[in-house]
């Protein structure tokens, strides 16, 4: 320090607290400790810089022509946002037009299995479900509701015996058209209509086929009778028929020779299963032409019934 500015110093400190003050030698020695402090730190930063721009450096020279280069150490990562998982269920296209939209009606009762509406049982057989004769076949007798079988005996099988709602039967007497009026009818029959529960009646008819076909002889009084299917169809939903054939025995019981011949057809509408037993009239036999033709005009009497 310079003589004058040492004189001067002295000065100063003798108009002041000479306590307040300190001596130049002290103000010079904390001066240069500031310096050299400030140097150690700008050294310091300085080799921090340089330090983390040589692990840059490295770290983008080590790192292949295919690696993702990231950002600097100390940088927060960005949070990862994982895109939604994708819908296996393609989205429906929508359309301007109403057809488009989805329905809001109520599903409808499921239909019967041959697709049509569902099947109902009548509970009650009014006298309107059994079939009128043609003009031609009336004897004009008219008919007769009673009780009793409606198949004949077969080997003491009972077919369709379980499931039944409801049964009626009648006897009608009929004629053919070629009789002239006033004769003796020609025939006779046992007609039945049965209502079964769902499910039942197919297995009526199948009932029967076995018992049938497991009844080929039988003895009836004094006569052997046999038990035949017949090849048949056409009639209702399905039908079962079959024969009866025994000798003809005269006024003393007493073969003839011929063979009386009863047709018994059996037919299911639905759940309802009519019968004609075609009994005979004074030992004639059944004849299938008439019984066929009745038999489609019972079938249509049930129909518009069940309608």
Not at 5 to 34: I, K
Not at 60 to 70: E, I, M, N, S, Y
Not at 115 to 127: A, F, Q
Not at 222 to 238: A, F, N
Request: net charge neutral; charged share 20%.
């Amino acid at each position: 320090m310079s003589r004058e500015l040492t004189g001067l110093y002295r000065s100063l400190a003798e108009d002041t607290d000479p306590r307040g003050l300190a001596s130049p030698d002290v103000v010079r020695r904390h001066a240069d400790r500031r310096a050299r402090a400030r140097a150690a730190v700008g050294v310091l930063a300085l080799a921090a810089l340089v330090g983390g721009t040589a692990v840059g450096t490295q770290f983008v020279l080590t790192a292949g022509p295919d690696t993702p280069v990231g950002p600097p150490a100390g940088t927060p990562a960005p949070p990862s946002v994982s895109p939604p998982p994708a819908d296996p269920t393609p989205a429906p296209s929508v359309s301007s037009t109403p057809s488009a939209l989805p329905s809001r009606t109520t599903p409808s009762a499921p239909p019967s299995a041959g697709g049509g509406p569902p099947v109902r049982t009548p509970t009650s057989i009014p006298d309107s479900a059994f079939f009128a004769l043609a003009a031609a076949n009336d004897t004009g007798a008219g008919a007769a509701f009673s009780d009793g079988p409606v198949l004949p005996r077969l080997c003491g099988a009972e077919p369709g015996g379980s499931g039944v709602v409801r049964q009626r039967v009648r006897a009608v007497p009929f004629k053919l058209a070629t009789t002239p009026e006033g004769y003796v009818p020609d025939g006779l029959y046992r007609h039945s209509i049965t209502s079964y529960r769902s499910g039942r009646a197919d297995d009526a008819l199948r009932e029967l086929r076995a018992a049938v076909q497991g009844c080929p002889e039988q003895q009836i009084g004094s006569v052997t009778s046999r038990q035949k299917l017949l090849p048949d169809g056409g009639y209702g939903d399905e039908s079962v028929l079959f024969e009866m054939r025994k000798p003809f025995l005269d006024a003393n019981d007493e073969p003839t020779g011929d063979e009386e011949v009863r047709l018994i057809r059996a037919i299911r509408v639905g759940n309802v299963v009519t019968v004609l037993w075609e009994q005979g009239w004074e030992g004639s036999s059944s004849p299938k032409s008439q019984v066929d033709a009745d038999s489609r005009r019972a079938v249509q009497a049930i129909r518009d019934w069940l309608d």
